[in-house]
Each structure stands twice: as structure tokens, then as C-alpha cells.
């Protein structure tokens, strides 16, 4: 059990530093900004030592067992039990750690690939030099133009807009049951809605296919509605300008302008 202590304690040490050697890489790859000396946190280095200490003994404790149940006099006699030494349990134990080590080579190809998949997807959107600030006063969403106002008047800051959500918003996105106006559907399609204004677009740089961007002027856009291809797609829209859109608990139909 010691010597599987000890085992475990020598590879946590190798295991912290591959890491002060490997971060920067790691941080290459992924994008990220960790730092060595995060690790050398207490409740890290607590968590570490918890490990260690596990890993040994788990480690430890079936050879343990074994060298435990064995009796000196039948050593020297030449008979040994198997009651903890069948090759049954070793060939259980072997597959375990060839399974493990798959899982892990396996989960590490998974990972590497998803962050790749997440670096270089085009989202249709550029999202460099961007802040979201978010405002979870009512008072203050109501009088977000005054919000805008003072923005934009900051030298560093190019533009200003306002949105219910983000794209990649960690909250909940509201959802809106839509179905074409005068057609033979009857059930609606769930979609996801953003509720923005008309410089969202030109500040995530959008790109609209076809149709326009809302004007700016409450009174005309109060019916006006932008959707994406998918929404066109799930909608059966051939020509989607124009088409009229029914939103449940709207009691008028939106248009779409773009």
C-alpha cells in the first residue's frame, strides 16, 4: 500500500509539471488564458492531493489483499490460494484499463476536434471587438435610447445596438409558435425570437439575402419581421418578402421585410 502511495505522490508531481510545461500549448489550442499558478491554489492543490491519496489506495489495495491472504507456511510448502489471484480478475482488470485508455485517447480526439469545429465555424456573424452589456433593470430597458445615446458619444465605441438576446446568449431564448397567414397548416413551428432594433445588423455585421433591414421608425416596423433561411425552409416559404407570418398571441399578422 505504501509503495502504491508513493507511486500515486510521485505521478502527481510528474502530472503538475507537465502542466507548467504544457499550459502555454494548451492555451494555443484552446484559446484560453489559464495560468500555472491557478493550479497552486489551495483548494486545487487540495483537490490533487485528494486524488492522489485515492488513486493509491485503490491502487494499493487489491495486490494488498492479496499479499495479506497469502500464509507463510504454504509459501515455503509451494501452495498458493487463488482466492484473490484467478486470471479471471486479471483478465477483468486488464480490460478495464484497455477500456479506460480508450475512453480517454477517444475523449481527447472528441474535444481537440470540437474545439477546432468552435474556432473555425463561420457563425454569420463577426463577434471580434464586441461588449455586451447587459441590463437587468426594467427602468433602465425603457429608456435604452437614452442608454444609446451615451454610448455613442464615447470616442472608442463605432456603433450601438440594442437587443433582447445575443447570439450565444447563456439565458433563455424565448420561443414563438409562427405558422404562414392564409395557408393549409395547422399547427405551428416553434422558433427562437431576438427582439432588436435596426442597428443590431450593421453591428454584428449581418448579411441580409434579400428584403431590408427595419427602418428605425416605430410606426412602420411595429408589423415588420426578419427571418432567417431555416425559418423560410420550416415555414414552406417560396418568396418569404412579403409573406405574411401569424404569431401566436399576436393579434395581427407580421410581414416579412428581410
Known amino acids: 500500500m505504501a509503495e502504491s502511495l508513493m507511486t500515486s505522490f510521485i505521478s502527481g508531481i510528474i502530472a503538475l509539471v ?7 500549448y494548451f492555451n494555443t489550442i484552446a484559446e484560453t488564458e489559464f495560468i500555472f499558478q491557478d493550479l497552486l ?72 476536434r470540437q474545439l477546432k469545429y468552435i474556432q473555425t465555424k463561420d457563425l454569420g456573424f463577426d463577434q471580434e471587438h464586441l461588449i455586451v452589456v ?4 426594467g427602468t433602465a430597458r425603457s ?31 424565448d420561443q ?21 432594433d435596426e442597428d443590431v445588423i450593421p453591428t454584428l455585421d449581418l448579411n441580409l439575402l434579400e428584403g431590408r433591414n427595419f427602418s428605425g421608425n416605430a410606426a412602420s416596423d411595429s408589423t415588420a419581421i426578419i427571418i432567417n ?3 423560410a425552409v420550416a415555414l414552406g416559404l417560396q418568396e418569404p418578402l412579403g409573406s405574411q ?4 398571441e399576436v393579434p395581427y399578422p407580421m410581414e416579412v421585410v428581410g
Open 18 to 24: 507537465l502542466s507548467l510545461v504544457l499550459i502555454p
Open 41 to 112: 491554489k489551495t483548494a486545487n492543490l487540495a483537490y490533487l492531493g485528494i486524488v492522489v491519496i485515492l488513486v493509491g489506495f485503490v491502487a494499493g489495495l487489491f495486490p494488498s489483499l492479496i499479499l495479506s491472504s497469502i500464509k507463510i507456511a504454504n509459501t515455503i510448502r509451494g501452495v498458493m490460494s487463488t482466492k484473490y489471484g484467478n486470471t479471471a480478475m486479471r483478465k477483468v482488470l486488464v480490460a478495464f484499463q484497455f477500456m479506460a485508455t480508450l475512453t480517454i485517447i477517444a475523449s481527447t480526439i472528441i474535444v481537440y
Open 134 to 137: 447587459d441590463i437587468n433593470s
Open 143 to 173: 429608456n435604452f435610447q437614452r442608454f444609446k445615446n451615451e454610448f455613442i458619444r464615447h470616442p472608442s465605441i463605432e456603433e450601438v445596438a440594442v437587443s433582447s438576446r445575443v447570439p450565444g446568449e447563456w439565458k433563455n431564448i
Open 176 to 196: 414563438i409558435a409562427i405558422k404562414p397567414r392564409r395557408s393549409n397548416q395547422v399547427d405551428s413551428s416553434l422558433a427562437y425570437c431576438f427582439a432588436f
Open 229 to 231: 433561411e431555416s425559418a
Open 245 to 248: 407570418i401569424t404569431i401566436d
